[in-house]
């Protein structure tokens, strides 16, 4: 059987057609039936089949999350066109480059960024856009209003096209170094994110799935799918709210979230255990970033289980994922390789490294990446011999379970040492008067590197930085410990929650002296 993933949102309408599909807060709390939002979908991707696209043709999204960008996605897919998600953070400049070098003929878009797709048209052929449309708002005098656009046409089913190996969506990592490279899934790679998350993670029919991250990310993206897949609820936030998402939990019985650990700890500040009822929730994943084990602890004190995840846009998501009681009594790993994926660490000689000696993490699945848009060199580089070469360092314990220490380019060399900078943001985590941390390395002509500590204080909180390294001192290894620290308002990071270590070397290496 051909896979058209765009047909799977049609199975679930067949099969579930009265269960809620989406609720939305923002939106007066629309509730939407699957039934309802795959005739939504049909009526889009007939939109676009009125407007020339065909299948491979790029349809690029610049949305906030929600149902429309839920049906718009699976509208492209059913009709064998290519999604393009848009980080809508962004600004002009760079949301030209990847509309250009994606070759995007339609651009679909919030009102929110109706300035940013002006200045965008105005700039003309320097991008392939020849359709826009808008949500919301007062439309452009270019574009066609979303939803005139899309009730117009039929809600028929379309003829399904773009199968199996076919594309599915290019997804342009967050460019924290470098420009930008488009990520590309097929349907079937997408197929496989399914599958192996079904089969690994406790996520099933009737659940209630918290939505806060931006859909542009494949941290959001991949669980908004399997809920589709699975026939669970998306409830659906434009923008994170801390105390909002306690109560939606409370009030919508959510089941289960994802959340960044920058997240996580912006909920902790704001519980209130007398209003906020957890019960219904069984777990809460979290990735990005290596999840503080005082984090762990304080969600686990709550009763709330942290499941802490470990995957890539270019893995579709999966990677490595615990469980249970594990996501305890193994504080700090992020488990073992997901049901349909073989995970590896080697060092510098390409061998498998031995049980807890620190390598390169690979990955090797049905639903990697099929490679990078138009970047044939990139994409050897991090596929070889059926591994996804993930740039990140770990460890692997006899028993299989991984802990991620960092990127190998954030790797600090102090001393002839490693010193991985996430260990050490997670010991700073653990000082009362820290709502945030950060570390990067700083150029010594003693050591080569120290560690620099780029901190944010709690509000009503006081500490010098001098406190600070002395509080530092014995909690771990000598040569690992912050030699310098700055006390800073807010620490850059990107959608995903990702520390922006390069905004911080911009700042501060330069700035900033190691001691003699």
């Not at 994170?240 to 019985?253: C, Q, T, V």
């Not at 004190?301 to 579709?316: F, K």
Request: net charge negative; hydrophobic share 45%; proline share 6%.
């Amino acid at each position: 059987m051909q896979i058209n993933f765009g047909q799977f949102l049609r199975r679930r309408a067949f099969i579930s057609p009265q269960l809620e599909a989406t609720v939305e807060p923002a939106v007066g709390g629309r509730r939407l039936s699957f039934r309802e939002l795959n005739a939504r979908a049909n009526r889009v991707a007939q939109a676009l089949l009125a407007d020339g696209v065909k299948p491979g043709d790029r349809v690029a999204l610049l949305m906030m999350n929600g149902a429309e960008f839920i049906e718009t996605f699976f509208a492209v897919a059913k009709i064998g066109a290519v999604n393009v998600p848009l980080n809508w953070r962004l600004v002009a400049d760079e949301l030209e480059f990847i509309l250009k070098d994606a070759g995007a003929t339609v651009l679909v878009f919030d009102d929110a960024f109706a300035a940013a797709a002006a200045e965008l048209q105005r700039r003309g052929t320097r991008t392939e856009l020849r359709r826009w449309v808008q949500l919301g708002g007062t439309t452009a005098p270019f574009a066609a209003a979303y939803e005139p656009w899309r009730d117009a046409a039929s809600d028929a089913e379309p003829e399904p096209a773009g199968f199996d190996d076919d594309l599915l969506y290019i997804m342009y990592t967050s460019g924290t170094t470098g420009l930008p490279k488009g990520v590309m899934h097929s349907h079937s790679t997408v197929l496989w994110a399914m599958l192996t998350l079904s089969a690994t993670a406790d996520l099933h029919w009737g659940d209630r799935f918290l939505l806060s991250l931006p859909l542009f990310h494949v941290g959001a993206l991949t669980p908004a799918m399997g809920c589709v897949y699975l026939g669970a609820t998306l409830v659906i936030l434009k923008a994170f709210d801390p105390k909002l998402s306690w109560e939606l939990i409370r009030d919508e019985k959510i089941t289960n979230t994802l959340m960044v650990p920058a997240m996580l700890q912006f909920m902790q500040a704001v519980r209130d255990p007398a209003a906020h009822d957890t019960r219904s929730l069984r777990w809460c994943m979290s990735g990005a970033a290596p999840v503080p084990v005082n984090l762990i602890q304080a969600y686990a004190d709550m009763g709330i289980e942290i499941h802490q995840v470990y995957g890539l846009t270019e893995s579709c998501g999966p990677g490595c994922l615990i469980l249970g009681e594990d996501a305890l009594t193994r504080a700090g790993s992020t488990g073992r390789a997901y049901f349909h994926t073989d995970v590896r660490v080697i060092g510098i000689d390409g061998r498998d490294c031995a049980p807890d000696e620190p390598g390169e993490v690979l990955i090797r699945g049905p639903h990697n990446m099929v490679g990078y848009w138009k970047r044939p060199d990139a994409t050897a580089m991090a596929l070889r011999d059926g591994w996804l070469h993930t740039g990140d360092v770990g460890t692997m314990d006899a028993e299989g379970f991984v802990t991620i220490r960092d990127r190998m380019k954030d790797m600090i060399i102090s001393g002839g040492e490693n010193v991985y900078p996430a260990e050490v943001e997670n010991m700073l985590l653990g000082h009362p008067a820290l709502a945030d941390a950060a570390v990067i390395g700083l150029p010594s002509p003693r050591w080569g590197e120290v560690a620099l500590a780029v901190v944010v204080l709690k509000p009503g909180m006081s500490l010098a930085e001098a406190e600070l390294l002395a509080w530092c001192k014995g909690k771990l290894a000598s040569f690992k410990l912050p030699k310098v620290a700055r006390i800073v308002e807010q620490i850059p990071r990107n959608p995903s929650g990702k520390i922006l270590k390069r905004v911080l070397r911009e700042r501060f290496l330069g700035q900033v002296h190691a001691p003699d």
